[in-house]
C-alpha cells in the first residue's frame, strides 16, 4: 500500500524567504514522487517529479526536491519565496509500473510582503 | 490547444437533478481519471479507465456512473444529486508507464482545469 504525508496543511513565508514544504511517503517498493501546484480556480500543474534517476529534483519556478530513501521524504525547497509562489502543494506518490496516484492532503502556501 | 478539457467550468443545479460533466484528452494517453476535491482541497480518486476498460473504481455512490466511449473521451454521470456532491471535480489522463517508461514523461497525472458543481 501506498500513502503520502504532507506536516503542515498552511505554511507562510515572507517574501524572499526559504520555503520548504515537507512529504513523507509510504511504500513497499521504490514509488515515483511528484509534487503538482494548484493556483485558485485551476487545476493541478505538475512542479516536479521523481524517477528514480537523480535524488535531487529539479522543476519549474525555482523550485527542487530531494529523495531521501532514509527518511521516506521528498521536501519541496525553494531559495526565495515569490508572491507569486502562494497556492496549494500536493505531494504525490505513484507505483512505477501502475496507474495509481495517492495525494497528500495538501499544503496551502501564504506569502507575505 | 487544451490538453486537456472539462465541461462545463461550473454547474449550479438543484437537488434531485441528473447532471453529467464531459472531459477531453489529445495527448494520446491511455488513462483517464476522475477525482473529487472538496471544499477543504481534498483529492479523492473517484475513477480510473485504461483504454476505455474500467480499472479503479474507488467507494463512490452508484449515483456516480463514469463512461468513456473510446480512450479520449472520459465523462461522469451523477443522478440523484445531493448537497455533498458540490465539489469541484477534475478529469486527469496519464500515459502507460508499462508502454513508455519514466523517461518518456509516462506516469505523470495531467489534470483538466475543473468543474465545480454546486448543488443547491
Known amino acids: 500500500a501506498q500513502s503520502v504525508t504532507q506536516l503542515g496543511s498552511h505554511v507562510s513565508v515572507s517574501e524572499g524567504a526559504l520555503v520548504l514544504l515537507r512529504c513523507n511517503y509510504s511504500s513497499s517498493v521504490p514509488p515515483y514522487l511528484f509534487w503538482y501546484v494548484q493556483y485558485p480556480n485551476q487545476g493541478l500543474q505538475l512542479l516536479l517529479k521523481y524517477t528514480s534517476a537523480a535524488t535531487l529534483v529539479k522543476g519549474i519556478n525555482g523550485f527542487e526536491a530531494e529523495f531521501k530513501k532514509s527518511e521516506t521524504s521528498f521536501h519541496l525547497t525553494k531559495p526565495s519565496a515569490h508572491m507569486s509562489d502562494a497556492a496549494e502543494y500536493f505531494c504525490?506518490?505513484?507505483?512505477?509500473?501502475?496507474?495509481?496516484?495517492?495525494f497528500g492532503t495538501g499544503t496551502s502556501l501564504t506569502v507575505i510582503p | 490547444d487544451t490538453a486537456v478539457s472539462q465541461t462545463p467550468k461550473y454547474l449550479v443545479t438543484q437537488m434531485g437533478n441528473d447532471k453529467s460533466i464531459k472531459c477531453e484528452q489529445n495527448l494520446g494517453h491511455d488513462t483517464m481519471y476522475w477525482y473529487k476535491q472538496d471544499s477543504k482541497k481534498f483529492l479523492k480518486i473517484m475513477f480510473s479507465?485504461?483504454?476505455?476498460?474500467?480499472?479503479i473504481n474507488e467507494t463512490v455512490p452508484n449515483r456516480f456512473s463514469p463512461k468513456s466511449p473510446d480512450k479520449a473521451h472520459l465523462n461522469l454521470h451523477i443522478n440523484s444529486l445531493e448537497l455533498g456532491d458540490s465539489a469541484v471535480y477534475f478529469c486527469?489522463?496519464?500515459?502507460?508507464?508499462?508502454?513508455?517508461?519514466?523517461?518518456?514523461?509516462?506516469?505523470?497525472?495531467?489534470f483538466g482545469a475543473g468543474s465545480r458543481l454546486t448543488v443547491l
Open positions: 504525490a506518490v505513484s507505483h512505477r509500473t501502475g496507474n495509481q496516484f495517492y
Open positions: 486527469a489522463s496519464s500515459q502507460d508507464a508499462l508502454a513508455s517508461g519514466p523517461a518518456s514523461g509516462a506516469n505523470v497525472l495531467t
Open positions: 479507465y485504461n483504454n476505455k476498460e474500467l480499472i
